[in-house]
T-cell receptor, first 112, second 115 residues
């Protein structure tokens, strides 16, 4: 079945450093790749997404890259701040009814 | 002006009981979802309804029964609760148009604890 692998599971960086989270997916028909940020006690919130016809997208300090041939995509956060600390999830939309398959999550900790 | 709301936020109950979680969205979306997040934070879809019609039904025990009285509401009823049902349950909604890909908005979650 469809699968999304996400690495690393935990990531600790110093404030101001960059953070990179990587995901691979199995369904080659996947065409939409959102990234969600989940703060403690809250629901996931979309921070950026990319569609299959685009290789890169940037929004201020966050960027996402997509390599459809290799079936992997990555989240890049630059100039990290303590408020970036949260669990980040990648996801891939499958060809079945718009279903999102989520990665296992990455707990990002930004130390001041 | 909450977009996706769930009640209750916390639910503690005994094994064997029946409970319901309610979800409402005021975004005018036509598709709603239920997700389960386990203790390891893994998010997995359970059900999806589009215009009150079931479109996604993952391998979920029959004890779980979603009900969509209208496009803005998707409730989750759980019979004969088991210890393994303890998790955080998230409701989400999106606009699902032909050929369109739209963001899913998540509710704040309901933490279910089965004793």
């Amino acid at each position: 079945g469809e699968n999304v692998e996400q690495h690393p599971s935990t990531l600790s960086v110093q404030e101001g450093d960059s953070a990179v989270i990587k995901c691979t997916y199995s369904d080659s028909a996947s065409n939409y790749f959102p990234w969600y940020k989940q703060e403690l006690g809250k629901g996931p919130q979309l921070i950026i997404d990319i569609r299959s016809n685009v290789g890169e997208k940037k929004d201020q300090r966050i960027a996402v890259t997509l390599n459809k041939t290799a079936k992997h995509f990555s989240l890049h956060i630059t100039e990290t701040q303590p408020e970036d600390s949260a669990v980040y999830f990648c996801a891939a939309r499958t060809s079945q009814g718009g279903k999102l398959i989520f990665g296992q999550g990455t707990e990002l900790s930004v130390k001041p | 002006d909450t977009a996706v709301s769930q009640t209750p936020k916390y639910l503690v109950t005994q094994m064997g009981n029946d409970k319901s979680i309610k979800c409402e969205q005021n975004l005018g979306h036509d598709t709603m979802y239920w997700y389960k997040q386990d203790s390891k934070k893994f998010l997995k879809i359970m059900f999806s309804y589009n215009n009150k019609e079931l479109i996604i039904n993952e391998t979920v025990p029959n004890r779980f029964s979603p009900k969509s009285p209208d496009k803005a509401h998707l409730n989750l009823h759980i019979n004969s609760l088991e210890l393994g049902d303890s998790a955080v349950y998230f409701c989400a909604s999106s606009r699902l148009g032909t050929g369109l890909i739209n963001e899913q908005f998540f509710g704040p979650g309901t933490r279910l604890t089965v004793l």
